[in-house]
């Protein structure tokens, strides 16, 4: 089955500051690849996702890429705020994300003000 | 409401007795997921409907683990002979299955003790 990886289990920035969080994953027919968001005792949603027929994609300070070939993908977070401190999980799929997500073990980022 | 509800939020119990974990999905929303975390992981995923019967179930760790959703809408998870190492927040989630984007639920955090 799949396994995906996630790396740094913590990570501190200053406000203002980019963050990235990387993840692989072993399934290379794996094609849907989410990043959840949970904030303290909070329910995990869905911040962006990429799908494996683009390399990269944004949306305002948020952005990810893929490498196919390498099988890993990234976050990035630009000109982070206090209220981007939460555990952030990557998660892969196949079938375009119609079959369960694997998730990484998550990334507990600190935004320091 | 509008989400994923899920009941009880909080369910204590001890070591041996049985425990039902309730799912409402979105409405319209015909995939259904039940994921598992423990504290400081990401969600373990445990088994998937596609409307009434379980596409996936390979997550479910042993047989003391059943889900149903016989109307293809609430979904019920039941563990029986609960054991100590049970205890963690069960998540439900939806999809609209085009996107592939899951809606969690808040989960029901069992204790067992």
């Known amino acids: 089955g799949e396994n995906v990886e996630q790396h740094p289990s913590t990570l501190s920035v200053q406000e203002g500051d980019s963050a990235v969080i990387k993840c692989t994953y072993s399934?290379?027919?794996?094609?849907?690849f989410p990043w959840y968001k949970q904030e303290l005792g909070k329910r995990p949603q869905l911040i962006i996702d990429i799908r494996s027929n683009v390399g990269e994609k944004k949306d305002q300070r948020i952005a990810v890429t893929l490498n196919k070939t390498a099988k890993h993908f990234s976050l990035h977070i630009t000109e982070t705020q206090p209220e981007d401190s939460a555990v952030y999980f990557c998660a892969a799929s196949t079938a375009g994300g119609r079959r369960a997500l694997t998730f990484g073990s998550g990334t507990r980022l600190q935004v320091q003000p | 409401g509008a989400g994923v509800s899920q009941t009880p939020s909080n369910k204590v119990t001890e070591k041996g007795k049985y425990v039902e974990l309730r799912c409402d999905p979105i409405?319209?929303?015909?995939?259904l997921y039940w994921y598992r975390q423990s504290l400081g992981q990401g969600p373990e995923f445990l088994i998937y409907f596609q409307g009434t019967g379980a596409a996936d179930d390979s997550g479910l760790p042993n047989d003391r683990f059943f889900a149903v959703r016989p109307e293809g809408s609430v979904s019920t998870l039941k563990i029986q002979r609960t054991e100590r190492g049970d205890s963690a927040v069960y998540l439900c989630a939806s999809s609209p299955i085009t996107t592939g984007e899951l809606f969690f639920g808040e989960g029901s955090r069992l204790t067992v003790l």
């Open positions: 399934d290379s027919a794996s094609n849907y």
């Open positions: 409405s319209g929303h015909t995939a």
